[in-house]
């Protein structure tokens, strides 16, 4: 698996250049030319002006990590921090998630983050219906380019917004998922935001265990859409039936 630590950061500073990258086009199959396409569709991000939010953000946060990962992260939307560095959770909730990566023996720079909007929402605000739907063709380029095999949500956003489902966070939270994304089997993992953990932080234990379950996950490959019969079938619903009862709490990340 090819790595790219600072996908963002060296990004921006060839984007800054004008140092040429990849026409766009039909995805590709060669990891490579994916992340070259990537490479674009971060630069056409970078002036997007879809919706309102273009005329407050300080930096777009496009992602970061591994632009051929098989683990990818989606939370909600930059906040104070994000905005200022133009990279995904690295404020406090950031560090959180990096916790509980290298609790599973993870890095950052081996998968990839980003959110459901690119741009953060003035005073951190709930995200608005416009503003989810203008930003949701950069989120699914993205799975569309870097072919995760897992999908993690963090929190009620992206868990609504990948799965398709009215259902809370707090009811489906831990339990795998089985989606096609961008025409590819996926799974769908939905996490508690680790944002929640920081306001009410027993619910850290909950993200640990979720977590555990994860690190099953990503060492398997999801069943393909014909719905046959497969060892994969069998992890999803092991890991289904040992999964914890949901919390009760309901706090703004949740629901
Ligand atoms: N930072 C992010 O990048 N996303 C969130 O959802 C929260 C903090």
């Not at 070259?36 to 569709?41: R, S, T």
């Not at 690295?90 to 459901?116: K, M, Q």
């Not at 497969?230 to 992890?235: L, M, Q, S």
């Amino acid at each position: 698996m090819a790595r790219c630590s600072d996908f963002a950061s060296s990004e921006r500073a060839k984007s800054e250049r004008g140092q040429a990258v990849a026409e766009p086009g039909a995805v590709a199959a060669d990891p490579g030319a994916r992340r070259e396409q990537l490479v674009e569709l971060y630069r056409e991000a970078s002036d997007c002006t879809r919706c309102p939010l273009a005329e407050t953000r300080t930096k777009v946060v496009f992602g970061s990590g591994n632009a051929d990962a098989d683990l990818l992260f989606v939370g909600e939307a930059p906040g104070a921090e994000e905005d200022r560095q133009g990279l995904p959770f690295v404020g406090r909730a950031g560090s959180l998630l990096t916790e509980l990566l290298g609790g599973i023996g993870l890095e950052r720079d081996e998968v990839w983050i980003c959110n459901v909007l690119k741009c953060r929402p003035p005073g951190n605000r709930d995200p608005q219906p416009i503003e989810i739907e203008s930003c949701h063709p950069y989120l699914e380029q993205q799975i569309d380019l870097i072919r995760p095999r897992v999908v993690a949500t963090l929190g009620n956003f992206a868990t609504k917004l990948i799965s398709g489902s009215r259902e809370g966070i707090t009811r489906v939270r831990g339990t795998p998922q089985l989606h096609t994304l961008a025409g590819l089997p996926v799974f769908v993992m939905p996490l508690l935001h680790p944002a929640a953990a920081l306001r009410n932080p027993s619910l850290v234990d909950t993200l640990r265990g979720d977590f555990a379950v994860l690190s099953d996950l990503i060492t398997q490959h999801p069943p393909d859409a014909a719905g046959t019969e497969t060892e994969d079938e069998g992890v999803l619903a092991a890991a289904q039936a040992t999964v914890p009862v949901p919390e009760a709490d309901q706090l703004d990340l949740l629901g």
